[in-house]
């Protein structure tokens, strides 16, 4: 079971995030890899979690503090892979003198079409100097292919 709440305040230039998380972990073998193993998949759950949250409530302090002349369109579905795992979210779409663009995206530094943030990819490179490109295959997950990596690395 896991209950994870999140708040946000806002300061001049930064956000004070206050998350607090109720986990359960129910350990079923007692060697210290399986512990580890459990450890590690529930805390990067509350990660992801954490994430999904803070991205809808970027999205909505942006639609309180939105200049008067910019329209809101509608939502759009998109998910990034990163180092914490899989992040399905949504966000606004906006329109501003007849241009469309995505204000979260924009604020995340997130080109149109990525889909793997920067982290991951370092992480790939890394695994790839230092194992094999099957290993960087297997950390990067299933948007990449062998091509992809190869390319991607030259």
């Known amino acids: 079971m896991k209950n994870v709440k999140l708040s946000i305040e806002k300061e001049s230039s930064s956000l004070r995030l206050k998350i607090s998380a109720e986990i359960e972990i129910i350990l079923h073998t007692l060697t210290i890899v399986s512990i580890i193993k459990v450890l590690k998949e529930t805390f990067l759950s509350v990660a992801a979690d954490v994430l999904k949250k803070l991205l809808l409530e970027l999205d909505n302090m942006w639609l309180r503090e939105k200049e008067s002349d910019v329209?809101?369109?509608?939502?759009?579905?998109?998910a990034l892979n990163t180092s914490i795992g899989f992040i399905p979210f949504k966000f606004r779409q906006a329109k501003k003198n007849g241009i469309y663009f995505s204000p979260l995206l924009k604020l995340l530094g997130l080109e149109k079409y990525q889909r793997t943030t920067e982290d991951l990819k370092e992480l790939m490179f890394s695994a790839l100097l230092y194992a094999s490109f099957r290993k960087s295959l297997k950390i990067g997950g299933y948007p990449f292919s062998l091509f992809a990596l190869w390319s991607s690395m030259q």
Request: aromatic share 12%; proline share 0%.
């Open 71 to 78: 329209k809101v369109c509608r939502f759009v579905g998109r």
